[in-house]
């Protein structure tokens, strides 16, 4: 070990990988490598290659990894089938009439197209391909449009189902379904929390988010009626796991079929369509668990260190209050969120942090549910990052299509919405019952 402690070899290994992640080598690749040679200068090359032999089978194999392909086509199909706009057509009848209302359904139906899509990006993308064109010619600020929808974007990463939280599960030995059911509220006060948002920047500067014209009850319940597709899959896909009829890859495979029907007869799969889901499902799969090997590879290297071990005893040994070693944690990883994706992020730090946290008493909560709440915590912080400077995904996403205003004007329009994040934040670390109510009542 080139007479390094555990602790001092992995933090000069995570510098190599912080180097390579600024000279925008992939993440994948930068855990694969700095991985490989953490483990060659511990144990040498030959238990390296002999490690390599079977790597990719052991993490791919894992039966429950299966849901993360099938969540991926079933965001595909939904994308090309058209349900984000009917999405956004309910949510502008139920409440376009208030001043910011088109904004604030916008978010709403961010909120429930991410319900059935599971990826922030896909979220943010495909809302603002319906709802900027949308919210221009209804007059309302590009500035604020596109806040709006890059912040309503990261919605699809914590309204169930969730790629991430279905990692986070796995990498911590927790229960897929009861990850989810977590999520609802916590999502839920996310959606509230933005809409609010939007009403306050309504009423300081009303120029920016116009009143629309208000619908007539018919005309409501005609645009409520086509989201029924996205409320029967919700239902089948979320009501079948909680009910005990499906496994989450059993409810993944039985939406993605269901998505996949109604995408066919929207037409959204005719042509190239198809191509183009399978193509964007693989692609994104590939991506995934690419980074899941490299991070296998680090994570190996970290435990033959042991400075898992040697981390956690030495954060517990400094006795700092347990509240203290949490605030720790959620700035790192606030910090990280300006440079790194979400899915990166947890594949890197959940087997450093996750024991830490399990180690330390936080409002006397058991393993099970500190872990189910630290999970949920983990990914609203997270979440975060999508919306902030430099690489804050959705707004890059946003702004290739808002052509008219600058990315520096979106970061701006985002500074309420990530006011929003730090006080949900703040609630979820102080009131845990936010993510466990659900838990504790359906659970």
Known sequence: MMGLT???????????????LA?????????????????????GIDPLLNYFKGAAYARYSVYDLSVVPLFLLMGQFATHGGLSRSLFKAGNAMIGHWRGGMAMGAVGACAGFGAICGSSLATAATMGQVALPELKAHGYSERLSAAAIAAGGTLGILIPPSV???????????????????????GLLAAVGYMVVIGIVARISPQDAPAGKKFTVAQRLKALSET??????????????????????????????????????????????????????????????????????LNV???????????????????????????????????????????SMILLTIPIFFPIIMGI??????????????????????????????????????????????????????????????????????FPSIALVALQIFG
Not at 244 to 256: D, K, L, N, R
């Open 164 to 186: 991430p939280l279905v990692i986070y599960a796995i990498i911590t030995e927790q229960n897929i379904a009861k990850m989810f059911l977590a999520a609802f509220v916590p």
């Open 301 to 343: 290297f970290l435990a033959l260190t042991q400075v898992h071990t040697e981390l956690a005893t030495w954060v517990i040994g400094l006795a700092l209050p347990p509240l203290a070693v949490l605030m720790v944690v959620i700035l790192i990883y606030l910090v990280l969120g300006c440079i790194m994706d979400s899915l």
């Open 23 to 43: 000279l925008r080598i992939h993440i994948g690749i930068a855990m694969l490598l700095t991985g490989s040679i953490g483990y060659t200068l511990v144990a």
């Open 228 to 297: 029924w597709p996205v409320i029967l899959i919700f239902v089948t896909v979320i009501g079948g796991i909680y009910g005990g009829i499906f496994t989450p890859t059993e409810a993944a495979s039985i939406g993605t079929l269901a998505t996949g029907i109604v995408a066919w007869t929207s037409g959204g799969l005719k042509g190239q369509g198809f191509l183009d889901c399978m193509y964007g499902a693989a692609g994104a799969t590939g991506m995934i668990f690419l980074i899941l090997l490299g991070a296998d590879i």
């Open 6 to 20: 555990g602790i001092e070899l992995g933090a000069c290994m995570f510098a190599v990988l912080l180097v390579m």
């Open 361 to 430: 008493d936080l409002w006397g909560l058991s393993a099970e549910y500190k872990a189910i709440w630290f999970g949920i915590l983990a990914l609203m912080v997270v979440e975060v990052g999508l919306i902030t400077p430099p690489v804050g995904m959705n707004v890059f996403i946003i702004s290739a299509m808002a052509k008219n205003v600058q990315m520096k004007d979106i970061f701006k329009s985002i500074l309420p919405f990530l006011l929003s994040d730090v006080v949900r934040i703040g609630l979820l670390i102080f």
